[in-house]
Protein backbone atom coordinates (compact mmCIF):
# COMPACT_ATOMS: atom_id res chain seq x y z
CA UNK A 1 0.00 0.00 0.00
CA UNK A 2 1.01 3.63 -0.71
CA UNK A 3 2.51 5.08 2.18
CA UNK A 4 1.91 9.07 2.79
CA UNK A 5 3.60 11.43 4.68
CA UNK A 6 3.50 15.36 5.07
CA UNK A 7 7.58 16.94 4.58
CA UNK A 8 9.50 19.75 4.98
CA UNK A 9 11.95 18.75 2.94
CA UNK A 10 12.49 21.29 -0.07
CA UNK A 11 14.00 21.14 -3.62
CA UNK A 12 16.67 20.71 -4.54
CA UNK A 13 18.19 18.41 -1.46
CA UNK A 14 15.07 16.44 -1.47
CA UNK A 15 15.60 12.93 -2.41
CA UNK A 16 12.66 11.20 -4.64
CA UNK A 17 12.35 10.28 -7.90
CA UNK A 18 10.11 12.80 -9.00
CA UNK A 19 8.65 16.35 -7.71
CA UNK A 20 5.51 16.80 -9.06
CA UNK A 21 4.21 20.35 -9.34
CA UNK A 22 1.41 22.17 -10.81
CA UNK A 23 0.94 24.50 -13.88
CA UNK A 24 -1.49 26.64 -14.70
CA UNK A 25 -3.36 28.95 -17.53
CA UNK A 26 -2.90 32.16 -15.90
CA UNK A 27 -5.36 35.15 -16.42
CA UNK A 28 -3.04 37.99 -18.01
CA UNK A 29 -2.87 40.45 -15.04
CA UNK A 30 -2.94 37.63 -12.00
CA UNK A 31 0.07 36.77 -10.13
CA UNK A 32 2.10 33.61 -9.96
CA UNK A 33 5.60 33.02 -8.90
CA UNK A 34 6.97 32.54 -12.15
CA UNK A 35 4.81 33.41 -15.92
CA UNK A 36 5.51 33.06 -19.21
CA UNK A 37 2.93 33.51 -22.00
CA UNK A 38 -0.32 32.48 -20.51
CA UNK A 39 1.37 29.72 -18.13
CA UNK A 40 1.83 30.11 -14.66
CA UNK A 41 3.81 27.81 -12.29
CA UNK A 42 1.84 26.98 -9.32
CA UNK A 43 2.55 27.95 -5.62
CA UNK A 44 4.16 25.70 -4.26
CA UNK A 45 6.82 24.94 -6.69
CA UNK A 46 8.88 28.14 -6.12
CA UNK A 47 12.40 26.52 -5.06
CA UNK A 48 11.60 24.16 -8.60
CA UNK A 49 11.18 27.02 -10.34
CA UNK A 50 14.34 28.75 -9.11
CA UNK A 51 16.55 26.14 -10.02
CA UNK A 52 15.43 26.81 -13.89
CA UNK A 53 16.03 30.54 -13.08
CA UNK A 54 12.20 31.49 -13.15
CA UNK A 55 12.12 29.59 -16.48
CA UNK A 56 10.25 26.43 -15.59
CA UNK A 57 6.86 28.04 -17.14
CA UNK A 58 8.92 28.68 -20.46
CA UNK A 59 10.27 25.57 -20.64
CA UNK A 60 6.84 23.81 -19.98
CA UNK A 61 5.69 26.09 -22.87
CA UNK A 62 8.50 24.62 -25.08
CA UNK A 63 7.50 21.01 -24.32
CA UNK A 64 4.01 22.01 -25.16
CA UNK A 65 2.16 22.09 -22.12
CA UNK A 66 -1.11 24.45 -21.78
CA UNK A 67 -1.57 24.17 -18.03
CA UNK A 68 -5.27 22.26 -18.78
CA UNK A 69 -6.54 19.63 -16.09
CA UNK A 70 -5.23 16.60 -15.75
CA UNK A 71 -2.15 17.41 -17.89
CA UNK A 72 1.23 15.58 -17.47
CA UNK A 73 4.49 16.88 -18.88
CA UNK A 74 7.65 14.83 -17.59
CA UNK A 75 10.72 16.81 -17.56
CA UNK A 76 14.79 16.30 -16.17
CA UNK A 77 15.41 17.82 -13.27
CA UNK A 78 18.14 20.67 -13.16
CA UNK A 79 21.81 19.91 -12.43
CA UNK A 80 21.64 19.80 -8.48
CA UNK A 81 18.61 17.93 -7.92
CA UNK A 82 18.43 14.89 -5.71
CA UNK A 83 15.04 14.28 -7.72
CA UNK A 84 15.63 13.80 -11.55
CA UNK A 85 12.39 13.82 -12.55
CA UNK A 86 10.37 17.26 -12.55
CA UNK A 87 6.57 16.47 -13.11
CA UNK A 88 4.12 19.08 -14.25
CA UNK A 89 0.56 18.76 -14.05
CA UNK A 90 -2.05 21.08 -15.17
CA UNK A 91 -4.86 22.24 -12.71
CA UNK A 92 -6.80 24.45 -15.12
CA UNK A 93 -7.76 28.60 -15.01
CA UNK A 94 -5.43 30.23 -11.95
CA UNK A 95 -7.80 31.31 -9.49
CA UNK A 96 -8.03 34.54 -7.77
CA UNK A 97 -4.70 35.67 -6.04
CA UNK A 98 -4.03 33.39 -2.69
CA UNK A 99 -7.12 31.60 -3.18
CA UNK A 100 -7.41 27.89 -3.30
CA UNK A 101 -7.52 25.80 -6.94
CA UNK A 102 -9.89 23.87 -5.00
CA UNK A 103 -9.99 20.37 -3.33
CA UNK A 104 -11.34 18.34 -6.35
CA UNK A 105 -8.80 20.57 -9.00
CA UNK A 106 -5.65 19.52 -6.94
CA UNK A 107 -7.58 15.70 -5.86
CA UNK A 108 -7.87 15.22 -9.39
CA UNK A 109 -4.09 16.52 -10.92
CA UNK A 110 -2.79 14.54 -7.58
CA UNK A 111 -4.22 11.71 -9.17
CA UNK A 112 -3.31 12.25 -12.80
CA UNK A 113 0.46 12.66 -11.58
CA UNK A 114 0.18 9.31 -8.92
CA UNK A 115 -0.60 7.41 -12.12
CA UNK A 116 2.20 9.08 -14.51
CA UNK A 117 4.47 7.88 -12.16
CA UNK A 118 3.84 4.04 -11.78
CA UNK A 119 7.15 2.17 -11.67
CA UNK A 120 8.47 5.10 -9.56
CA UNK A 121 8.74 4.35 -5.74
CA UNK A 122 8.89 7.44 -4.25
CA UNK A 123 7.32 11.21 -5.25
CA UNK A 124 7.56 14.45 -3.64
CA UNK A 125 4.35 16.78 -4.71
CA UNK A 126 5.11 20.70 -4.17
CA UNK A 127 1.23 21.58 -5.43
CA UNK A 128 -0.29 24.56 -4.31
CA UNK A 129 -1.64 24.20 -0.50
CA UNK A 130 -3.92 26.95 1.21
CA UNK A 131 -5.20 24.26 4.41
CA UNK A 132 -5.17 21.67 5.49
CA UNK A 133 -8.24 20.69 3.33
CA UNK A 134 -6.01 21.23 0.50
CA UNK A 135 -3.61 19.02 1.69
CA UNK A 136 -6.12 16.68 2.19
CA UNK A 137 -7.12 16.32 -1.12
CA UNK A 138 -4.16 16.23 -2.73
CA UNK A 139 -3.24 13.37 -0.46
CA UNK A 140 -6.46 11.52 -1.81
CA UNK A 141 -5.82 12.12 -4.92
CA UNK A 142 -2.52 10.63 -5.00
CA UNK A 143 -3.20 7.47 -3.30
CA UNK A 144 -6.42 7.03 -5.02
CA UNK A 145 -4.40 7.48 -8.57
CA UNK A 146 -1.68 5.56 -7.71
CA UNK A 147 -4.00 2.64 -6.83
CA UNK A 148 -3.26 -0.68 -9.70
CA UNK A 149 -5.20 -3.92 -9.37
CA UNK A 150 -2.98 -6.23 -10.91
CA UNK A 151 -3.32 -9.67 -8.71
CA UNK A 152 -3.52 -11.43 -11.80
CA UNK A 153 -1.47 -10.27 -13.87
CA UNK A 154 1.68 -12.05 -14.28
CA UNK A 155 4.16 -9.50 -13.57
CA UNK A 156 1.98 -7.75 -11.04
CA UNK A 157 3.17 -5.99 -7.84
CA UNK A 158 1.30 -9.24 -5.98
CA UNK A 159 2.04 -11.64 -8.02
CA UNK A 160 3.94 -14.43 -6.76
CA UNK A 161 7.11 -12.55 -7.81
CA UNK A 162 7.13 -9.83 -6.02
CA UNK A 163 10.24 -8.30 -8.06
CA UNK A 164 8.47 -8.49 -11.27
CA UNK A 165 6.13 -5.82 -10.77
CA UNK A 166 9.03 -2.76 -10.44
CA UNK A 167 10.83 -5.11 -13.21
CA UNK A 168 8.07 -4.24 -15.43
CA UNK A 169 7.75 -0.63 -14.53
CA UNK A 170 4.00 -0.76 -13.46
CA UNK A 171 4.70 -1.14 -9.72
CA UNK A 172 2.33 1.77 -8.43
CA UNK A 173 4.30 4.91 -6.56
CA UNK A 174 5.18 3.24 -2.88
CA UNK A 175 5.76 6.26 -0.90
CA UNK A 176 4.20 10.18 -1.32
CA UNK A 177 5.62 12.64 0.42
CA UNK A 178 3.49 15.90 0.35
CA UNK A 179 5.84 19.33 0.42
CA UNK A 180 3.75 23.00 1.86
CA UNK A 181 1.63 21.97 4.52
CA UNK A 182 2.19 22.10 8.27
CA UNK A 183 3.54 18.39 9.52
CA UNK A 184 3.14 19.80 13.24
CA UNK A 185 0.05 21.53 12.54
CA UNK A 186 -2.63 19.01 13.80
CA UNK A 187 -5.53 20.08 10.69
CA UNK A 188 -2.92 18.80 8.72
CA UNK A 189 -1.74 15.65 10.58
CA UNK A 190 -5.40 15.10 10.52
CA UNK A 191 -6.28 15.77 6.94
CA UNK A 192 -3.50 13.16 5.88
CA UNK A 193 -4.84 10.07 8.66
CA UNK A 194 -8.16 10.97 7.33
CA UNK A 195 -7.34 11.11 3.57
CA UNK A 196 -4.86 7.47 4.13
CA UNK A 197 -8.00 5.67 6.17
CA UNK A 198 -10.74 6.52 3.84
CA UNK A 199 -8.25 6.21 0.43
CA UNK A 200 -6.88 2.78 1.77
CA UNK A 201 -10.41 1.41 2.32
CA UNK A 202 -11.62 2.62 -0.72
CA UNK A 203 -9.35 0.97 -2.39
CA UNK A 204 -10.06 -1.94 -0.87
CA UNK A 205 -14.15 -1.36 -1.83
CA UNK A 206 -11.95 -1.18 -5.82
CA UNK A 207 -10.10 -4.33 -5.32
CA UNK A 208 -13.48 -6.23 -4.44
CA UNK A 209 -15.20 -5.22 -7.05
CA UNK A 210 -12.36 -6.04 -9.28
CA UNK A 211 -11.58 -9.73 -8.09
CA UNK A 212 -13.04 -11.85 -10.61
CA UNK A 213 -16.55 -13.49 -9.83
CA UNK A 214 -15.34 -16.91 -9.96
CA UNK A 215 -13.39 -15.69 -6.88
CA UNK A 216 -15.35 -13.52 -4.92
CA UNK A 217 -18.54 -15.43 -4.17
CA UNK A 218 -20.85 -14.25 -1.66
CA UNK A 219 -19.22 -16.68 1.05
CA UNK A 220 -15.49 -15.08 0.08
CA UNK A 221 -17.08 -11.46 0.56
CA UNK A 222 -18.10 -11.95 3.47
CA UNK A 223 -14.99 -14.00 4.98
CA UNK A 224 -13.60 -10.98 3.76
CA UNK A 225 -15.96 -8.56 5.97
CA UNK A 226 -15.28 -10.85 8.82
CA UNK A 227 -11.58 -10.15 8.93
CA UNK A 228 -11.63 -6.75 8.41
CA UNK A 229 -13.98 -6.89 11.23
CA UNK A 230 -11.98 -8.17 13.50
CA UNK A 231 -8.95 -6.33 12.70
CA UNK A 232 -10.78 -2.74 13.49
CA UNK A 233 -12.79 -3.81 16.35
CA UNK A 234 -16.16 -4.31 14.59
CA UNK A 235 -18.80 -6.42 15.58
CA UNK A 236 -19.87 -9.02 12.54
CA UNK A 237 -22.46 -10.73 12.26
CA UNK A 238 -23.23 -13.56 8.92
CA UNK A 239 -26.23 -14.61 7.90
CA UNK A 240 -25.95 -18.11 6.35
CA UNK A 241 -28.35 -19.77 4.10
CA UNK A 242 -29.68 -21.81 6.62
CA UNK A 243 -29.71 -18.54 8.69
CA UNK A 244 -31.48 -16.48 5.98
CA UNK A 245 -34.12 -19.56 5.62
CA UNK A 246 -35.23 -20.11 9.25
CA UNK A 247 -35.06 -16.24 9.28
CA UNK A 248 -37.11 -16.09 6.05
CA UNK A 249 -35.42 -13.77 4.20
CA UNK A 250 -36.91 -14.53 1.01
CA UNK A 251 -35.67 -11.80 -1.14
CA UNK A 252 -31.73 -12.79 -0.60
CA UNK A 253 -32.75 -16.55 -1.00
CA UNK A 254 -34.58 -16.23 -4.19
CA UNK A 255 -32.37 -14.22 -6.06
CA UNK A 256 -29.25 -16.99 -4.93
CA UNK A 257 -31.52 -19.77 -5.32
CA UNK A 258 -29.57 -20.52 -8.91
CA UNK A 259 -26.41 -20.37 -7.86
CA UNK A 260 -24.11 -22.93 -6.48
CA UNK A 261 -22.86 -20.43 -4.03
CA UNK A 262 -25.05 -19.83 -1.64
CA UNK A 263 -26.19 -16.31 -0.56
CA UNK A 264 -24.72 -14.25 2.75
CA UNK A 265 -26.36 -11.46 4.79
CA UNK A 266 -23.64 -9.35 6.65
CA UNK A 267 -24.10 -7.20 9.38
CA UNK A 268 -21.10 -4.95 10.27
CA UNK A 269 -21.50 -2.56 13.52
CA UNK A 270 -19.48 -0.11 14.13
CA UNK A 271 -20.06 1.73 17.56
CA UNK A 272 -18.66 4.58 19.74
CA UNK A 273 -19.22 5.06 23.34
CA UNK A 274 -19.86 8.91 22.39
CA UNK A 275 -22.34 8.36 19.69
CA UNK A 276 -25.64 10.12 19.59
CA UNK A 277 -27.15 8.75 16.45
CA UNK A 278 -26.95 5.91 14.35
CA UNK A 279 -26.76 5.39 10.56
CA UNK A 280 -27.32 1.93 8.96
CA UNK A 281 -26.04 2.02 5.44
CA UNK A 282 -27.12 -0.98 3.36
CA UNK A 283 -25.32 -2.60 0.08
CA UNK A 284 -26.45 -4.63 -3.03
CA UNK A 285 -24.10 -7.04 -3.17
CA UNK A 286 -24.38 -9.22 -6.44
CA UNK A 287 -21.27 -11.04 -6.61
CA UNK A 288 -22.21 -11.78 -10.27
CA UNK A 289 -25.51 -10.21 -11.74
CA UNK A 290 -26.49 -12.95 -15.25
CA UNK A 291 -29.48 -11.43 -15.11
CA UNK A 292 -31.04 -15.30 -14.09
CA UNK A 293 -33.79 -16.58 -16.03
CA UNK A 294 -34.29 -13.80 -17.62
CA UNK A 295 -31.06 -13.62 -19.08
CA UNK A 296 -28.47 -10.85 -20.09
CA UNK A 297 -27.58 -11.13 -23.30
CA UNK A 298 -23.87 -10.91 -24.24
CA UNK A 299 -22.85 -7.59 -24.23
CA UNK A 300 -24.44 -6.89 -20.94
CA UNK A 301 -23.20 -9.12 -18.78
CA UNK A 302 -19.43 -9.27 -18.80
CA UNK A 303 -18.68 -6.06 -16.28
CA UNK A 304 -21.60 -7.55 -14.01
CA UNK A 305 -19.15 -8.36 -11.57
CA UNK A 306 -19.41 -4.77 -10.98
CA UNK A 307 -23.05 -5.32 -9.47
CA UNK A 308 -21.60 -5.85 -5.59
CA UNK A 309 -20.31 -1.93 -5.35
CA UNK A 310 -22.63 -1.15 -3.47
CA UNK A 311 -21.50 -3.60 -0.57
CA UNK A 312 -18.39 -2.90 -1.43
CA UNK A 313 -18.68 1.21 -0.59
CA UNK A 314 -21.13 0.31 2.63
CA UNK A 315 -17.90 -2.16 3.57
CA UNK A 316 -15.23 0.26 3.58
CA UNK A 317 -17.56 3.38 4.97
CA UNK A 318 -17.88 1.13 7.99
CA UNK A 319 -14.39 0.46 8.09
CA UNK A 320 -13.34 3.97 7.41
CA UNK A 321 -15.60 5.08 10.26
CA UNK A 322 -14.08 2.60 12.57
CA UNK A 323 -10.40 3.60 11.40
CA UNK A 324 -11.06 7.25 12.05
CA UNK A 325 -13.22 6.77 15.43
CA UNK A 326 -16.14 8.87 14.20
CA UNK A 327 -18.57 9.62 17.13
CA UNK A 328 -21.55 8.04 15.73
CA UNK A 329 -23.07 4.43 15.65
CA UNK A 330 -23.00 3.04 12.14
CA UNK A 331 -24.07 -0.25 11.25
CA UNK A 332 -23.78 -2.04 7.62
CA UNK A 333 -25.88 -4.70 5.54
CA UNK A 334 -24.13 -6.33 2.75
CA UNK A 335 -26.88 -8.02 1.01
CA UNK A 336 -24.84 -11.05 -0.98
CA UNK A 337 -26.31 -13.27 -3.59
CA UNK A 338 -25.33 -14.60 -7.06
CA UNK A 339 -27.90 -14.30 -9.80
CA UNK A 340 -27.77 -17.73 -11.89
CA UNK A 341 -29.58 -19.37 -14.12
CA UNK A 342 -30.32 -22.90 -13.47
CA UNK A 343 -32.80 -26.09 -12.47
CA UNK A 344 -33.19 -24.14 -8.64
CA UNK A 345 -33.47 -20.78 -10.18
CA UNK A 346 -36.56 -18.14 -9.08
CA UNK A 347 -38.82 -18.31 -12.58
CA UNK A 348 -40.66 -15.39 -13.74
CA UNK A 349 -43.63 -15.68 -12.26
CA UNK A 350 -42.37 -16.94 -8.86
CA UNK A 351 -43.90 -15.04 -5.99
CA UNK A 352 -41.48 -14.57 -3.02
CA UNK A 353 -42.22 -14.15 0.71
CA UNK A 354 -40.00 -10.91 1.84
CA UNK A 355 -38.66 -10.79 5.26
CA UNK A 356 -40.81 -7.98 5.82
CA UNK A 357 -44.05 -10.21 5.11
CA UNK A 358 -45.04 -8.54 1.72
CA UNK A 359 -45.02 -10.64 -1.53
CA UNK A 360 -43.36 -9.60 -4.42
CA UNK A 361 -44.20 -11.59 -8.24
CA UNK A 362 -40.84 -11.83 -9.86
CA UNK A 363 -41.65 -10.85 -13.44
CA UNK A 364 -38.19 -10.35 -14.35
CA UNK A 365 -35.30 -11.60 -12.33
CA UNK A 366 -32.73 -9.44 -13.70
CA UNK A 367 -34.71 -6.89 -11.34
CA UNK A 368 -32.59 -8.75 -8.39
CA UNK A 369 -30.89 -6.30 -6.42
CA UNK A 370 -34.08 -4.85 -5.36
CA UNK A 371 -35.20 -7.93 -4.25
CA UNK A 372 -32.20 -8.19 -1.75
CA UNK A 373 -32.04 -4.64 -0.61
CA UNK A 374 -35.78 -5.14 0.30
CA UNK A 375 -34.61 -7.63 2.32
CA UNK A 376 -32.18 -5.86 4.05
CA UNK A 377 -33.66 -2.70 4.36
CA UNK A 378 -36.19 -4.19 6.45
CA UNK A 379 -33.86 -5.55 8.68
CA UNK A 380 -32.15 -2.56 9.29
CA UNK A 381 -35.22 -0.67 9.78
CA UNK A 382 -35.41 -3.10 13.42
CA UNK A 383 -32.53 -1.02 14.55
CA UNK A 384 -34.48 1.65 14.01
CA UNK A 385 -32.07 4.32 12.62
CA UNK A 386 -32.07 7.64 12.50
CA UNK A 387 -31.32 7.46 8.94
CA UNK A 388 -31.09 4.14 6.43
CA UNK A 389 -28.69 4.76 3.56
CA UNK A 390 -28.54 2.36 0.50
CA UNK A 391 -26.03 1.99 -2.02
CA UNK A 392 -26.54 -0.04 -5.34
CA UNK A 393 -25.75 -0.46 -8.76
CA UNK A 394 -29.59 -0.96 -9.70
CA UNK A 395 -30.68 0.38 -12.50
CA UNK A 396 -29.59 0.66 -16.18
CA UNK A 397 -32.13 3.27 -16.78
CA UNK A 398 -30.20 5.81 -14.20
CA UNK A 399 -27.28 5.64 -16.47
CA UNK A 400 -29.23 6.45 -19.44
CA UNK A 401 -30.39 8.98 -17.34
CA UNK A 402 -27.16 10.45 -15.83
CA UNK A 403 -24.10 9.27 -17.49
CA UNK A 404 -21.73 7.15 -16.06
CA UNK A 405 -19.97 9.84 -13.69
CA UNK A 406 -22.90 10.76 -12.05
CA UNK A 407 -25.24 8.43 -9.35
CA UNK A 408 -28.62 8.84 -8.43
CA UNK A 409 -29.65 10.28 -4.76
CA UNK A 410 -33.82 9.48 -3.90
CA UNK A 411 -35.15 9.51 -0.96
CA UNK A 412 -38.15 10.03 1.52
CA UNK A 413 -37.30 12.92 2.51
CA UNK A 414 -36.19 16.07 0.63
CA UNK A 415 -34.03 17.56 3.40
CA UNK A 416 -31.61 14.44 3.99
CA UNK A 417 -31.73 13.66 -0.09
CA UNK A 418 -30.24 17.83 -0.07
CA UNK A 419 -27.85 16.83 2.46
CA UNK A 420 -26.54 13.82 0.95
CA UNK A 421 -26.67 15.43 -2.43
CA UNK A 422 -24.05 18.20 -0.73
CA UNK A 423 -21.77 15.44 1.19
CA UNK A 424 -21.24 14.30 -1.97
CA UNK A 425 -20.43 17.36 -3.79
CA UNK A 426 -17.97 18.19 -0.88
CA UNK A 427 -16.08 14.81 -1.35
CA UNK A 428 -15.77 15.34 -5.38
CA UNK A 429 -18.68 12.89 -5.95
CA UNK A 430 -20.80 13.52 -8.64
CA UNK A 431 -24.61 12.77 -7.73
CA UNK A 432 -27.95 14.25 -8.93
CA UNK A 433 -31.35 14.79 -6.86
CA UNK A 434 -33.74 12.52 -8.78
CA UNK A 435 -37.68 12.18 -7.70
CA UNK A 436 -39.55 9.81 -6.19
CA UNK A 437 -43.23 10.29 -8.28
CA UNK A 438 -46.35 8.19 -6.41
CA UNK A 439 -48.42 7.63 -9.60
CA UNK A 440 -45.06 4.86 -11.04
CA UNK A 441 -45.78 2.49 -7.74
CA UNK A 442 -49.24 1.44 -10.16
CA UNK A 443 -47.25 -0.11 -12.91
CA UNK A 444 -46.12 -2.32 -10.14
CA UNK A 445 -49.40 -3.53 -9.12
CA UNK A 446 -49.29 -7.06 -9.21
CA UNK A 447 -52.62 -9.65 -9.57
CA UNK A 448 -51.09 -11.93 -7.60
CA UNK A 449 -48.83 -10.93 -5.00
CA UNK A 450 -48.40 -7.46 -2.89
CA UNK A 451 -45.95 -6.27 -5.52
CA UNK A 452 -44.36 -6.83 -8.61
CA UNK A 453 -40.53 -6.55 -8.80
CA UNK A 454 -40.84 -4.80 -12.13
CA UNK A 455 -42.88 -1.91 -13.55
CA UNK A 456 -43.27 1.10 -16.04
CA UNK A 457 -40.35 1.25 -18.28
CA UNK A 458 -39.80 5.01 -18.23
CA UNK A 459 -38.05 6.26 -15.33
CA UNK A 460 -36.78 2.54 -14.65
CA UNK A 461 -34.38 3.84 -11.67
CA UNK A 462 -37.22 5.90 -10.09
CA UNK A 463 -39.54 2.59 -10.42
CA UNK A 464 -36.52 0.76 -8.41
CA UNK A 465 -36.10 3.79 -6.42
CA UNK A 466 -39.90 3.15 -5.58
CA UNK A 467 -40.04 -0.02 -4.68
CA UNK A 468 -37.18 -0.20 -2.20
CA UNK A 469 -39.38 2.64 -0.41
CA UNK A 470 -42.07 0.16 0.73
CA UNK A 471 -39.60 -2.08 2.61
CA UNK A 472 -38.35 0.89 4.65
CA UNK A 473 -39.89 0.40 8.48
CA UNK A 474 -42.05 3.63 9.08
CA UNK A 475 -40.89 6.73 9.70
CA UNK A 476 -37.40 5.65 8.80
CA UNK A 477 -35.34 8.84 7.30
CA UNK A 478 -33.91 7.09 4.24
CA UNK A 479 -32.11 7.59 1.09
CA UNK A 480 -31.20 5.51 -1.61
CA UNK A 481 -27.58 6.34 -4.07
CA UNK A 482 -28.47 4.42 -7.74
CA UNK A 483 -24.86 4.03 -8.32
CA UNK A 484 -24.91 1.98 -12.02
CA UNK A 485 -23.35 4.56 -13.79
CA UNK A 486 -20.34 5.78 -11.36
CA UNK A 487 -19.55 2.35 -10.18
CA UNK A 488 -17.35 0.97 -12.74
CA UNK A 489 -15.24 3.20 -15.21
CA UNK A 490 -15.34 0.77 -19.25
CA UNK A 491 -13.58 3.96 -20.49
CA UNK A 492 -10.17 4.77 -19.60
CA UNK A 493 -8.46 6.37 -16.71
CA UNK A 494 -9.17 9.80 -15.25
CA UNK A 495 -8.00 12.34 -12.78
CA UNK A 496 -7.98 9.86 -9.67
CA UNK A 497 -10.86 7.24 -11.38
CA UNK A 498 -8.71 4.59 -12.75
CA UNK A 499 -10.56 2.42 -15.34
CA UNK A 500 -12.55 -0.69 -13.66
CA UNK A 501 -13.97 -0.44 -9.56
CA UNK A 502 -14.65 3.34 -8.94
CA UNK A 503 -14.74 3.09 -5.23
CA UNK A 504 -18.03 5.00 -5.99
CA UNK A 505 -20.10 6.01 -3.26
CA UNK A 506 -17.63 5.53 0.11
CA UNK A 507 -16.08 9.07 0.45
CA UNK A 508 -19.68 10.42 0.38
CA UNK A 509 -20.99 7.62 3.32
CA UNK A 510 -17.69 8.67 4.92
CA UNK A 511 -18.86 12.22 4.61
CA UNK A 512 -22.37 11.67 5.80
CA UNK A 513 -21.12 9.84 8.91
CA UNK A 514 -18.85 12.80 9.97
CA UNK A 515 -21.36 15.30 9.54
CA UNK A 516 -24.14 13.30 11.32
CA UNK A 517 -21.39 12.53 14.28
CA UNK A 518 -20.57 16.36 14.15
CA UNK A 519 -24.48 17.11 14.48
CA UNK A 520 -24.35 18.94 11.24
CA UNK A 521 -26.68 16.73 9.44
CA UNK A 522 -30.04 15.21 10.76
N1 LIG B 1 -27.21 -4.75 -12.13
C1 LIG B 1 -28.18 -4.28 -13.04
C2 LIG B 1 -28.10 -2.78 -13.30
C3 LIG B 1 -26.84 -2.27 -13.95
C4 LIG B 1 -26.85 -1.95 -15.29
C5 LIG B 1 -25.70 -2.03 -13.22
C6 LIG B 1 -25.71 -1.44 -15.87
C7 LIG B 1 -24.56 -1.52 -13.81
C8 LIG B 1 -24.57 -1.21 -15.15
C9 LIG B 1 -29.57 -4.59 -12.49
O1 LIG B 1 -29.68 -5.70 -11.68
C10 LIG B 1 -30.48 -4.80 -13.63
O2 LIG B 1 -30.27 -5.73 -14.35
N2 LIG B 1 -31.48 -3.94 -13.76
C11 LIG B 1 -32.44 -4.03 -14.82
C12 LIG B 1 -33.81 -3.83 -14.23
C13 LIG B 1 -34.94 -4.12 -15.19
C14 LIG B 1 -34.98 -5.60 -15.50
C15 LIG B 1 -36.21 -3.68 -14.54
C16 LIG B 1 -32.11 -2.95 -15.83
O3 LIG B 1 -31.73 -1.85 -15.43
O4 LIG B 1 -32.23 -3.22 -17.02
MN1 LIG C 1 -29.95 -7.49 -12.78
ZN1 LIG D 1 -27.98 -6.27 -10.72
Known sequence: MTALTLSTAAAPGLRADAIVVGVAKGGSDKGGSAKSGDLVVAPGAEAVDKAYDGGLAGVLETLGASGGEGEVTKLPAPSGFKTPVVLAVGLGAQPDKEASFGTETLRRAAGAAARALAGSKKAAFALPVTDAADAGAIGEGALLGAYAFDVYKENGKDSKDAKKGAKNGKAPLAEIALLGGKPRDKAYKAAVERATAVCEELNRARDLVNTPPNDLNPEAFAAVAQAAAKEHGIKVQVLDEKALEKGGYGGILGVGA??????????LSYTSSKAKKHLAFVG??????SGGISLKPAGHNETMKCDMSGAAAVFAAVVAAARLGLEVNVTGWL???EN???GSATRPGDVLRMYSGKTVEVLNTDAEGRLVLADALWKASEDKPDAIIDVATLTGAMVLALGSRTFGVMANDDAFRSA?????????????PMPLPDHLKKGMDSPTADIANMGERMGGGLVAGLFLKEFVGEGITWAHLDIAGPAFNESGPFGYTPKGGTGSAVRTLVRVAELTASGDLG
Not at 284 to 289: A, L, P, R, V, W
Open 335 to 337: ALA
Open 258 to 267: GSAAAPRLVK
Open 420 to 432: VVEAAEETGEASW
Open 340 to 342: MPS
Open 284 to 289: KGITYD
